[in-house]
């Protein structure tokens, strides 16, 4: 399971921190990262990392966002600062989760969690 939090009302120019945690039958995690939709929009991908902290941002977010890992705690968190409107979306949280030795490595999804930037 994925529990993400974090979402909220927020200025422009503001920011939010999000986090989603990992739980359940966990044997390895290959990436872990966040999507985001907009009302009318596809679902795009924001920011993604790996355990051995590699990571990839869309272009609209470089140099706004941070995604960050704590391997210990299967936690994401993905800081937002100088939030513009367009960042207004319900963001996505996912793992791709290996959860015993020898099986396959799956995509779990959280429950959304929406940020809105008001101009």
């Known amino acids: 399971q994925l529990q993400a939090s974090g979402g909220g009302l927020v200025q422009a120019g503001g920011s939010l921190r999000l986090s989603c945690a990992a739980s359940g039958s966990i044997f390895s995690i290959d990436a872990m990262g966040w999507f985001r939709q907009a009302p009318g929009k596809q679902r795009e991908l924001v920011a993604a990392?790996?355990?051995?902290?590699?990571?990839n941002y869309t272009h609209s977010v470089k140099g706004r966002f941070t995604i960050t890992m704590d391997n210990a705690k299967n936690t994401v968190y993905l800081k937002m600062n100088s939030l513009k409107p367009e960042d207004t979306a319900v963001y996505y949280c996912?793992?791709?989760?290996?959860?015993?030795?020898?099986?396959?490595?799956?995509?779990?999804w959280g429950q959304g969690t929406l940020v809105t930037v008001s101009s």
């Open positions: 996912y793992a791709n989760i290996q959860q015993v030795l020898g099986s396959g490595f799956v995509d779990y």
């Open positions: 990392i790996t355990p051995g902290g590699s990571t």
